[in-house]
C-alpha cells in the first residue's frame, strides 16, 4: 500500500470502530459473554488451522535473524493457545463492570450523586512479536464493551490475521458487530502514525513492546497513552528470609521464562545472609548458563565459592547501567545491600517501576517494601512472573501500565473503562 491507501485503510477502519463501540456499549452481558465463549471454542477446535499460519511467521522471522527470544514470543505453541482460550472463559465468568454504579451519596440538596463505570470507546493496541496479544486484546475489549483496533508486529502478520479472523466470526455467531475488532491488514509502518493521530476515531493507544516502539508512541500520539517502557524487575532477600524459599523464588522469577517483562533483571542481597545464600543461588545460575554481574561484594563471595566447585559460573564485575538493564535473556545483576533501606533506595532508583519483589519473614520490613517502593507491582513471598493479567485475576491483561494515572499494573477491564459521573433526583433546583 502506498501512503495515501494507508491513510484511507486506517480511516475506514476508525469509523468503523466508532461506530461498532457505540453498539458494543449497549451489549448486554450475556451477548458479551456468549462471543467470549465462543472465541474460546473457535481456538481450542481451530488449532490446526493456526499452526501453518504461524510457522510461516516462525520461518520467516529465522530467516531474518531476530534472536531466539524474540521468536520464541512468536510461537502459538499448544500451552499457549490453551492459556488464551482460558483467559476469555475466565473473562465470561466475571461479573460486568459496565453500566455498575458506585458511590451513590444523598446531597444536602435532595440529589443523589455517584459514579458509572461506561466503556472508553475506541482504544488502539500497537504490539510486537506475540500473537496471543490479538487474543487478550479481543478479549478485553469485547468484555469492556469497546471497540479495538489492533496493530501487531509485521514478523507476526500471518498468525495475526488467522486470529483476527477467529476473532470476527466469534462476534459475528454472538450477534454483534464484527467490526468491533479490526486488525490492521497492512505491515506498513505509516499505519502506525495514522493510527496514534486520529482522537476523532481513538480514546487511547495502548503500546505493547520494545522502549524505542513506546518511546515513538508517546512522542508522537496525539491521543492518550498506556504505556510501560522497560521491565527491570527485582527480588531483595531480606534478613529473615527463609533461603529454601528465596533460591525458589529467585531462580523462578528469573529463569521460567526469559523474555518476558516481569522476568527479574536485578537481585539485592541483604549483606547478613549474602555469604550463605549467593553460592546456594550462583550454584544454580551456574548450571542454566545465567551470567551474574556483580557488585565487588557478591563478586567476591561468588568467585571464592566458584573456585571450590570447578569455575562453571560466568561472574562479571557490574558497572552502572547494568542496574538500570533490562536483559530479556539469561543474564542478572547481583548486588548486597545493607538491608531493607538501602534495597528500597536502590529499587526506586534503578528500576522500571513495573514489579519488585521481597523475601522475608519480618512483617514490618515487609509492610516497608509495599508502602515504599514505587511501583506497579510489589510483592511478598512471591515470584515477579506473577505480575500478569491472567494470574492476578483479571482475565487476560492489554499491558502493564507503569504511569500513575488511570491505570496502574496489569491493565484488565477496568483499565479500559472510564467513570462518570451520575445524579438522581426527585426535581431538585439549585438556590
Given amino acids: 500500500m502506498n501512503a495515501f491507501n494507508v491513510r484511507e485503510h486506517i480511516q475506514a477502519l476508525g469509523l468503523q470502530a466508532k461506530v461498532a463501540s457505540a453498539l458494543m456499549a449497549k451489549a448486554d452481558a450475556a451477548t458479551k459473554n456468549k462471543a467470549l465463549k465462543a472465541l474460546a471454542r473457535r481456538l481450542r477446535e481451530g488449532a490446526a488451522e493456526l499452526a501453518p499460519a504461524n510457522a510461516r511467521d516462525i520461518e520467516r ?29 475466565q473473562l465470561a465468568a466475571m461479573p460486568d463492570v459496565i453500566g455498575e454504579i458506585t458511590g451513590m451519596k444523598q446531597q444536602p440538596s435532595g440529589i443523589r450523586v455517584g459514579q458509572m463505570r461506561v466503556p472508553i470507546g475506541v482504544f488502539g493496541m500497537i504490539y510486537e512479536s506475540r500473537p496471543n496479544v490479538t487474543i487478550e486484546a479481543a478479549s478485553l475489549a469485547i468484555k469492556s464493551g469497546n471497540g479495538a483496533i489492533l496493530r501487531g508486529g509485521s514478523e507476526a502478520i500471518e498468525s495475526n490475521k488467522a486470529l483476527a479472523e477467529l476473532v470476527s466470526a466469534s462476534l459475528a455467531e454472538a450477534g454483534l458487530p464484527v467490526d468491533a475488532v479490526q486488525l490492521v491488514q497492512t505491515t506498513d509502518r505509516e499505519a502506525v502514525g495514522q493510527l496514534i493521530a486520529m482522537p476523532e476515531f481513538v480514546d487511547v493507544i495502548i503500546p505493547r513492546g520494545g522502549k524505542g516502539l513506546i518511546e515513538r508512541i508517546s512522542r508522537d500520539a496525539k491521543v492518550p497513552v ?4 522497560d521491565g527491570n524487575c527485582h527480588v531483595y532477600v531480606d534478613d529473615s528470609a527463609p533461603l529454601d524459599m528465596a533460591v525458589k523464588l529467585v531462580d523462578n522469577a528469573k529463569t521460567q521464562k526469559y523474555s518476558p517483562c516481569n522476568a527479574a533483571e536485578g537481585l539485592l542481597v541483604a549483606a547478613s545472609v549474602a555469604d550463605v545464600f549467593l553460592p546456594e543461588i550462583g550454584a544454580v545460575f551456574a548450571a542454566k548458563g545465567v551470567e551474574m554481574r556483580c557488585d565487588p561484594v557478591a563478586a567476591r563471595i561468588l568467585r571464592a565459592d566458584d573456585a571450590l566447585h570447578g569455575g562453571h559460573a560466568t561472574i562479571v564485575d557490574a558497572v552502572e547501567s547494568d542496574w538500570s538493564e533490562e ?6 545483576s547481583i548486588k548486597v545491600v545493607a538491608g531493607v533501606d538501602e534495597a528500597i533506595d536502590h529499587i526506586n532508583r534503578y528500576s522500571s517501576h513495573h514489579t519488585d519483589a521481597i523475601v522475608t519473614r519480618d512483617h514490618i520490613n515487609a509492610q516497608r517494601f509495599l508502602r515504599e517502593v514505587d511501583s506497579a507491582s510489589v510483592m511478598v513471598n512471591a515470584s515477579t512472573r506473577f505480575a500478569d493479567g491472567f494470574e492476578f485475576g483479571l482475565g487476560a491483561e492489554i499491558g502493564i501500565s507503569t504511569d500513575k494515572f488511570h491505570a496502574r499494573g496489569p491493565v484488565g477491564i477496568e483499565g479500559l473503562t472510564s467513570l462518570k459521573y451520575v445524579v438522581l433526583g426527585q426535581g431538585e433546583v439549585r438556590t
Fill in 327 to 332: 536483559y530479556l535473556a539469561a543474564v542478572i
Fill in 226 to 229: 498506556i504505556k510501560h517502557l
Fill in 61 to 89: 522471522a529465522t530467516a531474518a535473524g531476530l534472536s531466539a527470544p524474540m521468536v520464541d514470543r512468536l510461537k502459538l505453541t499448544p500451552k499457549v493457545i490453551e492459556t488464551v482460550a482460558l483467559g476469555c472463559e
